[in-house]
């Protein structure tokens, strides 16, 4: 771990599920609430679910990141703190409000983010339990980290972080992230929440990527969308746009020049963070859609020589989401003609006679075509099968009408999926956000 | 039966998915091509796919249809005959052709449907074979047209039919309908397969009216797209709009007084026809949503108060279409936040203070609330859970911005659907359109 200086982390177990004390495994209990604290002050950004059904701490997180400032954030599992009305807005006030009184922060300065069952009151007096214990157990070890990355954790199965260490202008510089999700996914978040008209829609996940750089506030926010736009609002599980969807970035400048922070997102001197920033994002963004409930393809879907980026991105949303398409995936089935189907009832122009559609190793261009200008090459049925087979293969669609480009990360759809998501309503504490 | 006068049917297997000999059950193996006749000419109005990926049979259809005329139609299920080029398209004039001469029809006046895999050529020797064999065992009786309904079924688990008697200025008139469809259901069409740019986009399906009644082109057109805007376009089985979609009415006007044909859709006199067509429509695409691959629950999805129907529209696909909804519909879960999720990702202006959620059985006004204006009610978990129990409800949907409805016949999601449609790579003729 090449955890950026000057930032701490715990996660702590406080019962936002109200399981009571029977239902941990033998090593206890998930924790379910975690802080992140940056020892010097930081700039930050965010960007946030344009879902209009918005959970109380994103509108929160909406207002508190435009100051640009911020030095820590709580985070909890298990509750969404989602149509919770006035008192959820309320709850999550007391959260930031509480992570700064027993952090001694100045006002302003802690955000929150939230994960779980939607339209539940947030179980406060855990809540403030859980914060006061998080709190006396900050530290910066990899252990440390760990806890938090659980803390956050609902239907996902494995905990999902990463760091990377880059040069700065000479100096040594990190900046690494931890993040959430598995269902409910396909996050088209932006700066205010708000929807930009002309943007296509579309889990709760959540991401928190610290860094030791100092970057100022508005090149850090251009930093943030510009990796956004090429990681988590790329990615789809289920289709499903979560209420609670939030990804901050923190840059407490440790590792730089106060005196002279990056704030020209376009200068070669930004580069290495904006690469740095781009990778952990991607990353992470790919540990979500592998890590999908229920997944067991991981599809990437290159939609290219489209008219328009809206309409090669609205291609590769039609066939990423169609569950046709990802039944097909899950079955091994190299079955085009869903796929043509599906691009074709998209939002993009289409047509059928220039459609080629092809598939090849993750990121390799020796691409195995079934379709060439909408007819059917003479790839057999068993070599079209042997492309689909492996858990992650690059699907290629090329409309041939123009020459714009867009691409998804995107998930099968399994039976194990639907199993999980029907739940158990004999136990509501089984029913997913 | 109440069948319509003057029309004949006849249902034969061609083996169109060259399953050879051995694969049939003990009463043999499927049907797969059906014939309908009208003996006397006939109107005829139809109403096709808006898929830009559209079939070679929906584009001769779209041409004939437009002359107003027609005597025949030929079906075949087990190959859809989409993405299969130039060859595709002769083959589908052929079958036309063919059945024209067998018929001894008039030139232009057959007309043919198609469904089953995309992308393989049609088995043409088969086929011819089929057409001369039906053409032969055309009848009129009961068991003529189930032979027709089971050579028109795919993953149909079973037939789909129904046929009223009204009374039309004195006289006795029928109108009777056959369909299948059961997978890549969310029908959207229009007369000339184009869309409308205005209108919200979304199996196959192919549906077939006939009626003794009779009626000009025109008003056989208009009385078709009222009667489609409330039933077929109103339906989704998993959201997948297919390249085949057809629904075709042809009204050969031996009940009626030919010189004094129905002609004004907004008269009177023309009242009981649309009923008698409406009623028929709705029943088939309510049969087709019931009988979904794997389909365990059938929900009526009702948005009111909507600022206007595109947004009542978007707001009703969004749930019937959400993964996560669909899922918990099948766990019979009455999870509301992932309803509210769901339409605030939609295109509809929501406000989520103002939402309410409700059940109630079946055409019931008698609502179980579990929200209103945004707050959960006091309806308990128990009680909300046996709201949606049952294999039928209605979900209702209050935005409380404006007057606009809108309503989708809804399916959930299940294991079985997602079983189905993996198929089975092994066995290429499992594997669906």
Redo the contacts between chains.
Sequence with gaps: MVAPQGFTAAGVFCDIKRLGTGKGSDKGPKRDLALILSEAPATVAGLFT?????AAPVKVCVERVKRGRARAVVVNSGN?N??T?REGLRDAREMVDLTERVLSLPVGTALVGSTG???VQMPMGNVRAGITAAAAELGATVDHAARAVEAIMTSDSRPKQIAVEFKLDGRVTRLGGMCKGA??IQP?MSPTGRRPASSP??ATMLGFVTTDAAVTAPALRAALREAVARSFNRITV??????NDTVLVLANGLAGDPKAPLRDPGSAAFAPFQAALNHVCLALAKMIVRDGEGVSRFVTVRVEGARSFADADAASRAVAN???VK??W????P????I????????A?????KVDIGYSAPGSRKILWS?RR???TKAT?KEL?AAVAPREFDLHIRLNLGSASALMYAAD???E???F?????AD?NS???
């Design positions: 344009t879902n209009q059904t918005c969404a989602a149509c009305g069952r939607i339209g269902g409910m088209g829609l579309h289920d289709g499903d746009m979560s209420t169609s569950s046709l039944t097909s899950c079955g091994g089935d079955n085009w003609g869903r043509i189907d599906a691009i074709g009832y998209s939002a122009k289409v047509v059928e006679e379709l909408g007819q059917p049925f099968c759809l399994t039976e999926y639907v199993a998501n029907k739940g158990d309503v509501p029913l997913g956000g």
